[in-house]
């Protein structure tokens, strides 16, 4: 199916730290979208954006987070400073429609 | 508030049994019901889905039995294979134009004994 990647597969980091966790999308999807998930539990929605605008924010998405397309093509999800709680592996998925998400192999996040 | 349900948070069955796997959900504005299995270290993948225009969906062993009276809607994996161990996730979502997004429940571990 569809490729979505995600860069860096995995990163370990000292807390307070800055963090950039990085997305290519599936080239003619308009819907975009990151979740986090602590230990292969629940997929927690962050933030989604369509046609490259970002259309909902939830409450998980703290100050601390930042959302950005850089060149028009990939995302960006940049978590400064890092606290303990965001360890988990941070997902993108793409799609074309809404419905069927495309998700990447995830970013696994080690904060320490 | 959580809202999509999902139960049992795990479950083992022995290899060639149905596995029945529930979630319940509260918004009514809700029209797209698909589940998605998640291998260990894996992304998560589309495995079927439903909308309420109808109350089952079947794709080879795999069933969605639908209930949009009482928000419920299941998946019944018929002759449980051990490959079919992985983790569950229903989720839901309305058609809100540029605002798709889905909403997850916890998931269910799904254990197939040989």
């Known amino acids: 199916g569809p490729k979505v990647l995600q860069i860096p597969s995995h990163q370990i980091i000292d807390m307070g730290q800055m963090v950039t966790l990085n997305c290519d999308p599936v080239?003619?999807?308009?819907?975009f979208y990151w979740y986090k998930q602590i230990l292969g539990q629940q997929m927690e929605f962050l933030v989604n954006?369509?046609?490259?605008?970002?259309?909902?924010k939830s409450k998980l998405f703290k100050d601390q987070f930042s959302v950005e397309r850089p060149d028009g093509s990939y995302f960006t999800l940049k978590i400064q400073p890092t606290a303990l709680e965001d360890s988990a592996v941070y997902f993108c998925?793409?799609?074309?429609?809404?419905?069927?998400?495309?998700f990447g192999e995830g970013s696994r996040l080690i904060v320490v | 508030q959580q809202q999509v349900r999902q139960s049992p948070q795990s479950l083992t069955v022995w290899e060639g049994e149905t596995a029945i796997l529930n979630c319940s959900y509260e918004?009514?504005?809700?029209?797209?019901f698909p589940w998605y299995h998640q291998f260990p270290g894996e992304s998560p993948a589309l495995l079927i889905a439903?909308?309420?225009?109808?109350n089952k969906k079947e794709d080879g062993r795999f069933t969605i039995f639908f209930n949009k009276r009482e928000k419920k809607f299941s998946l019944h994996i018929a002759d449980s294979q051990p490959g079919d161990s992985a983790t569950y996730f229903c989720?839901?979502?309305?058609?809100?134009?540029?605002?798709?997004?889905?909403?997850f429940g916890k998931g269910t571990l799904l254990t197939v004994t040989p």
């Open positions: 918004d009514s504005t809700f029209d797209y």
């Open positions: 989720a839901a979502s309305n058609s809100g134009g540029s605002n798709y997004k889905l909403t």
């Open positions: 998925a793409s799609s074309s429609s809404g419905n069927t998400l495309y």
């Open positions: 080239s003619n999807h308009l819907y």
């Open positions: 439903i909308r309420p225009v109808s």
């Open positions: 954006f369509y046609n490259g605008k970002v259309m909902e």
